[in-house]
């Protein structure tokens, strides 16, 4: 260790220095992510203060773009030119294949310290492994079946959350007739995708929601479930503005909490952009399950990995993978990032949506759908491919459902038999 530190000192790092970064010291930590919105940036601050009372100075590496689409491809290139973040947002199934490269820290003795296996809700810890050992630090569950609406619209035209989709088609026609655009939505492949995910858990449940997206079967796809599926997409886009405009999921935020649309279906990191802005829960916005999906959970979870390289900077990652499980920090984190803690002991400080979406979770893995939009039931590369499918279908409106769903059954199949299933 003593050897490689002096190593590491002694040499110049051309590739830090050519990116602007000064030389990494063990007190200090480059993070790579992409969290750049104000609410993402209010809930980091928790970390990076609390790293910094153990004087270890985070190293900031945004890398904007929602979902993460610039961020994943950046990193890649920042590994294979041989200069790994020492940490990094890598959420979902991706870290396995960096894992398996043998590049990932093993956070083993965090973990037990920390009783993560009993503590933490099982879905979590069982992402957190590969291979018998923890390669990152969770922070936060999201639920993506959320959907935000303007209070202020709401109750002025005395509308009530839909809880089904016909319900929807009610409040969206009288939306329409008093002028507001009824969904707020942005063109991006990836929120387009988060209405498709929805949309798939609501039409039959997470069993059928994972023959979709972790297995790809086929067969699945040419169910007369994805025809159901491509219909209610095709009516969503009626129910957004026109023409649809390709914007960050801030702007889209922005849209409802201004009153231009009235209703988000989003994550719910929206709810800390809203509150960063000063807006508050059941004030100016509220949250509820997307409808048909009230008894699920739709999850994205945030994790940090650590680039193990020469292991100089190990003690410094493992106070990091203490400060963000710690029941204090999960509950501070977690309020400013609208997501709720990992931990299976209820967190006093939650708000109504934050609670809903615990109850929710906890009702365990038959209630929970892996997103495949946040990489949470399989790779990047099948995610790519299907979520561009998806936007083709739902901005050309010459396209027909069964047209699309042709199109589905192929990438399936080919991507079936790339498994070797
Ligand atoms: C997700 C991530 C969230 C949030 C969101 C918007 O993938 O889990 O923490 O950052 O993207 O970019």
């Not at 291979?131 to 922070?139: E, N, Y």
């Not at 409808?291 to 994205?300: E, I, M, Q, R, V």
């Not at 709720?340 to 002991?345: A, N, S």
Request: hydrophobic share 45%; aromatic share 8%; proline share 5%.
């Amino acid at each position: 260790m003593l050897v490689a530190l002096a190593v590491s000192a002694a040499l110049p790092l051309p590739a830090r220095a050519a990116a602007g970064a000064a030389p990494a010291t063990p007190g200090s930590l480059q993070v790579l992510h992409w969290w750049t919105s104000a609410g993402e940036r209010r809930a980091l601050n928790v970390v990076v203060n609390q790293l910094a009372r153990q004087n270890i100075q985070w190293r900031d590496v945004p890398i904007p773009g929602g979902a993460g689409m610039g961020a994943g491809k950046v990193l890649k290139s920042m590994v294979l030119a041989g200069r790994a973040p020492e940490v990094t947002q890598l959420n979902g199934v991706i870290f396995g294949e960096w894992a398996d490269l043998g590049l990932l820290l093993e956070l083993d003795n965090v973990a037990v310290q920390g009783n993560w296996e009993k503590q933490m809700f099982p879905t979590v810890w069982a992402l957190l492994n590969n291979r018998g050992h923890v390669v990152a630090a969770p922070l936060g569950i999201h639920r993506i079946n959320t959907l935000f609406y303007n209070t202020a619209i709401f109750n002025r035209l005395g509308l009530t959350p839909p809880r089904t989709w016909d319900d929807f088609d009610r409040v969206a026609q009288a939306l329409r007739r008093a002028g507001i655009t009824p969904l707020a939505q942005s063109a991006e492949a990836w929120q387009v995708a988060t209405l498709f995910e929805n949309l798939a858990l609501a039409e039959s449940g997470p069993a059928y929601y994972r023959r979709l997206f972790v297995e790809m079967d086929p067969a699945a796809y040419a169910d007369a479930r994805m025809i159901s599926i491509l219909k209610r997409l095709r009516r969503l886009g009626q129910a957004t503005e026109q023409p649809l405009r390709e914007r960050s999921w801030t702007e889209t935020a922005r849209s409802m909490a201004d009153g231009e649309a009235a209703m988000f279906i989003m994550g719910d990191w929206a709810k800390g952009e809203f509150t960063a802005w000063g807006l508050a829960v059941d004030q100016q916005f509220g949250c509820a399950p997307v409808p048909g999906t009230g008894d699920y959970h739709l999850y994205s979870i945030d994790t940090l990995a650590m680039f193990a390289d020469d292991y100089s900077h190990q003690a410094a990652q493992e106070t990091l993978a203490q400060i963000v499980t710690s029941p204090a920090v999960q509950s501070d984190y977690n309020k400013f990032k609208g997501a709720i803690p990992v931990w299976r002991t209820a967190d006093p400080h939650m708000d109504r949506c934050a609670r809903d979406s615990w109850r929710a979770f906890g009702k365990g893995q038959s209630y929970q759908a892996p997103s495949l939009v946040h990489r949470m039931a399989t790779d990047e590369t099948t995610k790519d491919v299907i979520i561009a499918e998806v936007q083709r279908f739902f901005l050309d409106r010459q396209m027909g459902e069964e047209q699309a769903q042709r199109r589905l059954v192929s990438i399936a199949r080919a991507l079936s038999r790339g498994r070797g299933q």
